[in-house]
């Protein structure tokens, strides 16, 4: 669990910026994708896997949007953690990301949005503004 206290350079209030959850237990993937997005302005927080997802959901951390690999160790995997979400936070929009899984399957159960493994950088960037649009 990495919160992200950096502030992207020019945003002075980071009190509006909005806070993304990766949820992803490749290494790599995780900190290119968080990098990223901090780039892009996002506030960024970070877990290796569903059930440290979970845990962070329920604290006092407000996140505005998820996006999650589906094959992760753990109790849960992408897809339980896309069932918890709509089954307590229904509005929060879940990007769903997977070189194995259809995008249908992710889509019937709530993703707002469904990234092919591999993806590029900029799909990430360009899917997080519109989806954290549609959610408002």
């Known amino acids: 669990m990495v919160p992200s206290s950096d502030t992207p350079r020019g ?3 980071s009190a509006t910026r909005k806070r993304i959850l990766i ?9 290119l994708v968080s990098d990223e997005l901090r780039s892009a302005g996002f506030e960024v927080i970070e877990a290796a896997d569903a059930d440290e997802a979970v845990t962070l959901l329920r604290s006092l951390v407000p996140i505005d949007l998820i996006i999650s690999d589906v094959r992760m160790p753990g109790s849960i995997d992408g897809l339980g953690l896309l069932a918890v979400v709509r089954e ?6 879940v990007i769903i990301t997977s070189g194995h899984l259809e995008s249908r399957l992710a889509i019937a159960d709530g993703a ?4 092919t493994k591999p993806y590029g950088m900029n799909a990430v960037v360009d899917a997080v503004p519109l989806e954290l649009a549609k959610a408002r």
Do not use: G, K
């Open 23 to 31: 949820v992803e237990d490749e290494l790599l993937i995780r900190l």
């Open 11 to 13: 945003d002075p209030d």
């Open 112 to 115: 707002a949005r469904f990234l």
């Open 88 to 93: 307590t936070f229904p509005t929060l929009p």
